[in-house]
């Protein structure tokens, strides 16, 4: 399985996340829990993970055209990480917090089946190895 469309999806959503969250992170706070007013603590976090966001975009487009290198397994590594980690924060807020806006059920499953799609990348893979 070539991995390509999974790190150009990536890219293409999460880097614009990134730069949401840093410039604009209100706006991102509202669409995802719901929040009218949030503080300037949760305002300088948001920013902070948008810089993290930002940088699985931008390591997931730098590395979408090589074949299977350590260095594109490890940003595979990395985002299957983050995926399965966000989707449970997100899912975790949502289901246990109630902090929910308009775009909190769809990043939830987004980052489900991102999390899917990485196992699915990472197996093919290992089975092309054992062969």
Same mark, same amino acid.
């Given at each position: 399985m070539?991995?390509?469309?999974l790190l150009m999806?990536?890219a293409l $959503?999460e880097?614009?996340t990134?730069?949401?969250l840093? $410039?604009?992170?209100a ?6 829990f719901? #929040? ?5 603590e949760?305002?300088?976090? !948001?920013?902070?993970a948008?810089?993290?966001v930002?940088?699985?975009?931008? !390591?997931? #487009?730098?590395?979408r055209?090589d074949?299977?290198?350590?260095g594109q397994l490890?940003v ?5 990480v983050?995926?399965?980690?966000? !989707?449970?924060v ?8 109630g902090?929910?806006?308009? $775009?909190? #059920?769809?990043?939830?499953?987004y980052?489900v089946?991102l999390s899917? #799609?990485s196992?699915?990348?990472? $197996?093919s893979? !290992? ?5």
């Open positions: 070539r991995l390509t469309p999806v990536t $959503l880097a614009p990134g730069l949401l840093l $410039l604009v992170p706006i991102v706070l509202a669409v995802l719901g #929040w009218d007013h949030p503080g300037a949760a305002l300088v976090v !948001s920013r902070v948008g810089a993290g930002l940088s699985v975009g931008v !390591s997931s #487009w730098m590395a055209h074949a299977r290198t350590p490890g595979l590594a990395g985002v299957l983050y995926n399965v980690v966000g !989707s449970a997100l899912l975790y807020a949502g289901a246990a917090l902090t929910i806006g308009v $775009l909190l #059920w769809p990043a939830v499953v980052h089946a899917a #799609w196992v699915a990348g990472a $197996l893979g !290992s089975a092309a190895k054992r062969r």
